[in-house]
C-alpha cells in the first residue's frame, strides 16, 4: 500500500476519533463543572441539548458545502471552529454567551464530520467497501471510551481544570493533521436531486433511527455524569471507566 492510499485509508478515521475522543473528553465532565459554577439543572440540559440541536439546522447545507467544494478544507475548518468556540466558552460564565459559543462548538463539530465522512466515502473505491466503512466507525467508535477516560486523568490531575479547555487541547493536535487531507473535487448536483433522495424511504427510516439514538445520547450526557457522582458517590475516574 503506497503513501496515497495509506492517507487515504487512514486519515479520516483518525480525524474521525479525534473529534469524539475530543468531544466526549470534555462533554462527559461538563454538568458537574457547569453545576459547581451554579447553573441549574435546566440551563445545563439547555446548554448540552444545544450541541446537538444547533447542527441538525445545518446538516444538510454542509451537505451540499462537501459537494460542491473541496471537503478537505471544510474538515479543517469545522475542527478549527470547534477548537475556538471550546477556548472562548472556557473564559465565560454568563448563560447567553455560553449559549452561542456552545452552538458554535456544535456547528463546528457538524460541519467536521459531515465533511469527513464525505471524504472517506469519495475515495473508498468499490472495492471491500463494507470493510472500510467498519473500519472508520470502528476507530471513531474508540473515541467514545478513551476520551472520558483520558479526561478524567486530566482534570484529576488538575492539568486543565475546565472540562471546555480540555476538548480544545484534546483536538488541536488533529487540526494540523488535517491539513494533511486528500483533495477531492467538488461536483454539481442538483436540489431536486437531493430531495429524491431525501424522500426515499430506507433514508427516512435510517433518519429516524438516528434520531432516537441521538436523543438517548443527549440524556445521557446531561445527567449520567451528574447520577455518577450524586448519586454513587463517583469521582472523575471512575466516572471516565464507566
Known amino acids: 500500500?503506497?503513501?496515497?492510499?495509506?492517507?487515504?485509508?487512514?486519515?479520516?478515521?483518525?480525524l474521525g476519533f479525534s473529534f469524539i475522543f475530543a468531544f466526549r473528553g470534555f462533554l462527559a465532565y461538563l454538568p458537574p463543572y457547569l453545576r459547581d459554577g451554579g447553573m441549574g439543572e435546566e440551563a445545563i440540559g439547555i446548554l448540552v441539548a444545544v450541541f446537538r440541536i444547533a447542527p441538525v439546522l445545518v446538516l444538510i447545507p454542509f451537505g451540499m458545502l462537501g459537494d460542491r467544494f473541496e471537503p478537505r478544507r471544510l474538515v479543517t475548518l469545522g475542527l478549527v471552529l470547534f477548537a475556538l468556540g471550546?477556548?472562548?466558552?472556557?473564559?465565560v460564565e454568563n448563560f447567553a454567551l455560553l449559549l452561542l459559543l456552545f452552538m458554535l462548538v456544535g456547528v463546528g463539530g457538524s460541519l467536521f464530520m459531515v465533511n469527513n465522512r464525505a471524504t472517506y466515502y469519495k475515495t473508498l473505491g468499490d472495492s471491500t467497501r463494507a470493510t472500510k466503512l467498519g473500519w472508520y466507525q470502528g476507530v471513531t467508535g474508540l473515541g467514545f471510551g478513551v476520551g472520558p477516560?483520558?479526561?478524567?486523568?486530566?482534570?484529576?490531575?488538575?492539568?486543565?481544570?475546565?472540562?471546555?479547555?480540555?476538548?480544545?487541547?484534546?483536538?488541536?493536535?488533529?487540526?494540523?493533521?488535517?491539513?494533511?487531507?486528500?483533495?477531492?473535487?467538488?461536483?454539481?448536483?442538483?436540489?431536486?436531486?437531493?430531495?429524491?433522495?431525501?424522500?426515499?424511504?430506507?433514508?427516512?427510516?435510517?433518519?429516524?433511527?438516528?434520531?432516537?439514538?441521538?436523543?438517548?445520547?443527549?440524556?445521557?450526557?446531561?445527567?449520567?455524569?451528574?447520577?455518577?457522582?450524586?448519586?454513587?458517590?463517583?469521582?472523575?475516574?471512575?466516572?471516565?471507566?464507566?
Not at 1 to 14: E, H
Not at 86 to 91: D, I, R
Not at 162 to 178: K, T
Open 1 to 14: 500500500m503506497n503513501v496515497a492510499r495509506l492517507r487515504r485509508f487512514l486519515l479520516p478515521p483518525v
Open 86 to 91: 471550546l477556548f472562548a466558552s472556557a473564559q
Open 149 to 242: 477516560l483520558v479526561g478524567a486523568w486530566v482534570i484529576q490531575a488538575r492539568w486543565l481544570e475546565s472540562p471546555m479547555l480540555v476538548g480544545a487541547v484534546f483536538i488541536l493536535p488533529f487540526v494540523f493533521l488535517s491539513l494533511l487531507g486528500e483533495r477531492v473535487p467538488g461536483t454539481r448536483i442538483s436540489l431536486p436531486e437531493y430531495a429524491r433522495d431525501l424522500r426515499q424511504p430506507g433514508v427516512l427510516v435510517l433518519a429516524v433511527v438516528v434520531f432516537l439514538f441521538s436523543f438517548h445520547f443527549g440524556v445521557e450526557a446531561s445527567c449520567f455524569t451528574l447520577f455518577l457522582q450524586d448519586v454513587l458517590q463517583q469521582d472523575a475516574g471512575h466516572v471516565g471507566w464507566t
